[in-house]
């Protein structure tokens, strides 16, 4: 009964593990861009519903980061973004039909796997620090503290109680006046040509880049470390599916691009969840929060205090690192995973795979030289 309760309460918790990605950006695309939240909280919900169906498992749902950047930048509308949805939709449906992704993987080794992740996790701190500013309030360093104890000592997660405990502790006032007068519906619409062409032009070659690396490639190398008993079932097709399903069929009504993402399935084991649950409660809390709560929603939002953002952003991207195998490698091997974070900082994902090819080439080349 113990055993189950403590399952129970990390996969109910661990739903909320992935908010320091998807609070940012999407408070920075309704805010700044301008898109209408109640589409956006239906899309995550309906998406995230359809995969925890689908997979079992917490694999999870995210804006897509180099679309959503954009948009808060004000280099795409909200029209944009939706054709940009339906273009990476359509080309990730092709893409899961063929063996493209699966080549591309085995010809990636794994000292540039491991430098993709560290640098996945050092853009996901740089990317969210700039956007949610958690960087200005020190309270964040105790809440991580807090996490690590719990998970390290206590194998108890309780991400859902430090929401609680930063709202109380955190938050001088809340919001009150909220109105439930109706169900709220996500109204349907779609791109003009123009802003098909926009999107091809600014933001779907970059977002599919990064989408290839981080949302199918790494993704399903993870998945398969944290699930091998389910590997035949995680494979990059198959992310591609149910992505390309979801932006195909949830762009219309105003959702975001989205995809699975290595991040935030991190994110969501480290924190506990095992099973798909976890990504069905997120589900219905957007469902619920946009169809009660309509465009209030954004002040609700606003409330989660930053501090709680960054220590869920800092544990994960501490486990994605893997510091302490990064540490046992050996120097060279530490010198090309390393020198990938600033290309994927400066450019973005698919550069820093591309020069960690090219260096862990040279690197065994190097090493062929001096043994010789």
């Given amino acids: 009964m113990e055993i189950r309760l403590r ?15 998807f609070l940012p950006l999407m408070l920075g695309t309704v805010l700044v861009a301008g898109m209408n939240p109640v589409g956006i909280l239906y899309g995550f919900g309906l998406f995230a519903l359809m995969t925890a169906l689908v997979y079992r498992l917490p694999i999870p749902v995210q804006p897509m980061k180099a679309v959503a950047a954009m948009a808060i930048a004000g280099m795409a509308t909200p029209e944009v973004l939706m054709a940009t949805g339906l273009l990476l939709g359509g080309v990730l449906l092709v893409l899961s039909t063929t063996d493209v992704t699966n080549s591309l993987k085995c010809l990636i080794p794994n000292t540039v796997l491991h430098g993709m992740r560290v640098a996945l996790a050092i853009s996901l701190v740089s990317t969210t620090i700039g956007l949610a500013d958690f960087g200005s ?35 001088p006032e809340l919001p009150i006046g909220f109105v439930v007068e109706r169900w709220y519906w996500p109204a349907f619409s779609w791109p003009s040509s123009d802003a098909l062409v926009l999107s091809i032009k600014a933001s779907f ?71 798909g649950w976890s990504i069905a409660v997120f589900g219905i809390t957007c469902i619920l929060l946009a169809g009660l709560l309509g465009e209030q929603v954004i002040a609700l939002l606003q409330t989660v205090p930053n501090a709680v953002l960054g220590a869920l952003v800092l544990y994960a991207a501490w486990i994605l690192c893997d510091p302490i195998t990064l540490f046992r490698a050996k120097l060279p091997c530490q ?27 040279l690197r065994a080349r190097l090493m062929r030289v001096l043994s010789s």
């Fill in 137 to 171: 309030s020190p309270l964040w360093l105790l809440l991580a503290g807090l996490i690590i104890l719990q998970i390290t000592a206590l194998r108890i997660v309780s991400c859902l109680l430090i929401l609680v405990f930063g709202w109380w502790f955190l938050v």
């Fill in 7 to 21: 399952s129970v309460v990390s996969e109910i918790s661990s739903a909320y593990a992935d908010l320091g990605t």
């Fill in 335 to 361: 010198l090309v995973i390393i020198s990938m974070v600033p290309v994927a900082l400066v450019y973005d994902l698919m550069a820093a795979l591309v020069f960690g090819l090219a260096a862990e080439v």
């Fill in 205 to 275: 070659f970059p977002q599919l880049a990064l989408t290839i690396t981080n949302a199918m490639i790494l993704t399903a190398v993870i998945a398969k470390e944290y699930f091998p008993e389910n590997e035949k079932a995680l494979t990059e097709r198959r992310l591609a599916f149910t992505s390309g399903i979801a932006n195909l069929l949830l762009a219309p009504m105003g959702a975001m691009p989205m995809c699975h993402g290595a991040g935030g399935l991190v994110a969501h084991h480290t924190l506990g969840s095992r099973t």
